[in-house]
């Protein structure tokens, strides 16, 4: 993606969408080495970010990881 212009614009414009989507987006990070790129987000359901994905999803795989923050995990764990 990087030495291809139509596709830096397309995913520029995905990120510059987010909202319109649900996606709150905290930070895009990446690892030039790694070909990797990283983002942080939050959203109400799947569906919302299946559609902010959707221009970009042929450009490679995604991994991706719904986590809580750790006082809400601990709180869980205990109130079972």
Known sequence: MAHDKSRKTKFSQAIA???????????????????????????GSMDQLV????????????DIRPIIDFKTAVENLTNN
């Open 17 to 43: 969408n987010a909202k319109q989507f649900g996606v709150d987006l905290f930070g895009v990070y990446s690892d030039p080495p790694g070909h990797q790129i990283f983002m942080i987000l939050e959203t």
């Open 51 to 62: 559609k902010f994905l959707d221009p970009i999803i042929d450009f490679g795989d995604y």
